[in-house]
């Protein structure tokens, strides 16, 4: 069954245009056909078309089904995105069908992008969430300053993901204890500078490795991403 994503179903029986259109146009669902919702906040519901139209498709719920996560804690990546912001977009859409419930971007001093259109990586997330059967959407944050981010309370496990060859560093599949929130901080492609690295650790930052190999940004948040996610099951 086809799912639509239908943010203000509290307030609203209609489709958002962008869905009533795929719904009505693409697809030439019509009156009387059952129909998928989500609110992205947890929950799938069932329901019948009651409006055929290509700008206002309404609907009758039928049943409402809670579906709430299923790894039972908060997971979350932040990361200096690249220059090619295509890669961006895959790593938001991959995170997104793994599992993740935030995606935030950092500003470091060796960043190659200073801005990102988080309208466009939100509408990449809806769709990935749909084709995954989440009824909950990972919340997008827009681009934030290293400095700023990191001196924010997190209520969890915080770890920044470096490339700097330091004893101390354990893999996050060690450090990371199952059922507990955790925030991964990974870098752009010439890594954190020192300095931004001391100044995570020196807000409760632990510094983690994901593994042997040197890994570009997107494919680390990835690896960051699947290990907690193994981890959880």
């Known amino acids: 069954m086809h799912i639509f994503y239908t943010p203000h ?16 146009r693409v697809l030439r669902l019509t009156e009387g056909d059952e129909i998928c919702l989500t609110d992205g906040k947890g929950c799938f519901y069932r329901a019948s078309i009651t409006l055929a139209h ?3 498709c309404g609907f009758d719920i039928l049943e409402k089904i809670p579906s709430p996560n299923s790894w039972g804690c908060r997971l979350h990546i932040a990361v200096a ?11 938001a859409e991959k995170c997104t069908e ?5 995606i935030s971007f950092l500003r470091c001093r060796f960043s190659e992008r ?15 969430a749909k084709q995954s059967l989440k009824a909950t959407l990972p919340a997008v944050s827009e681009m934030t300053d290293f400095q700023r981010f990191v001196s924010r309370p997190f209520d969890g496990e915080k770890y920044i993901a470096h490339c700097y ?21 990974i870098g752009p492609e010439g890594d954190f500078s020192r300095e931004e690295v001391e ?12 593994g042997n190999s040197r890994l570009r940004t997107e494919t680390a948040c990835i690896a960051a991403c699947h290990t907690l996610q193994l981890a959880n099951e």
């Not at 179903?9 to 009505?24: F, G, K, M, N, R």
């Not at 996050?172 to 199952?178: G, I, N, S």
């Not at 100044?199 to 994901?210: E, H, I, K, N, S």
């Open 9 to 24: 179903i509290d307030t609203s029986a209609e489709l958002p245009e962008e869905e009533s259109q795929h719904c009505v």
């Open 114 to 128: 200073k801005e990102i259109k988080k309208e466009r990586i939100e509408k990449i997330v809806v769709s990935a």
């Open 81 to 91: 995105p690249t220059k090619n912001m295509d890669r961006m977009e895959w790593m």
């Open 199 to 210: 100044m995570a650790r020196a807000c409760g930052f632990v510094p983690v490795t994901l």
């Open 54 to 56: 290509p700008k206002r």
């Open 165 to 185: 060859d330091e004893g101390d560093k354990v893999s996050l599949k060690e450090a990371y204890q199952r059922g507990r929130n955790a925030l991964v901080l």
């Open 98 to 102: 793994i599992g993740i419930d935030g």
